[in-house]
């Protein structure tokens, strides 16, 4: 099933400073999203999300147009900074709430005895 679960990453919001050392809309903050999505033959469709936001320092890269970034380019500053294990762990972790929802870890059954206010 682990395959059949599709990954998507986004980006929301990108924090810019208005200018820095002449460079107009110089981001430095990017909130993105980890999502995962499931419709198989276990029913659905199943949705995970996690969001978070990731400081990027470009400093040491070129600078980039902001009407010239792509969410790729952004995308792989956040992935340079959370680094390959952090970014494996995202995705884990919404590929596991789609296994939760499949197969509950923990579950709430009705009491096996009638309820009422009849004491």
Not at 23 to 49: A, E, I, K
Request: some cysteine.
């Amino acid at each position: 099933m682990s395959d059949d679960i599709n990954i998507t990453w986004k980006v929301g919001v990108l924090e810019c400073y208005p200018t820095l050392s002449g460079m107009q809309d110089y981001v430095f903050t990017v909130h993105w999203d980890c999502l995962s999505s499931y419709s198989g033959t276990s029913g659905g469709p199943y949705n995970g999300r996690t969001y978070s936001c990731t400081a990027v320092e470009l400093n040491s890269g070129e600078f980039i147009p902001y009407n010239e970034l792509t969410e790729p380019t952004v995308l792989n500053w956040v992935w340079d900074v959370i680094g390959t294990g952090q970014k494996e762990n995202f995705e884990e972790s919404v590929r596991q709430q789609i296994y939760n929802q499949i197969n509950p870890p923990v579950v709430t059954p009705p009491l096996p005895w009638a309820t009422g206010s009849n004491a």
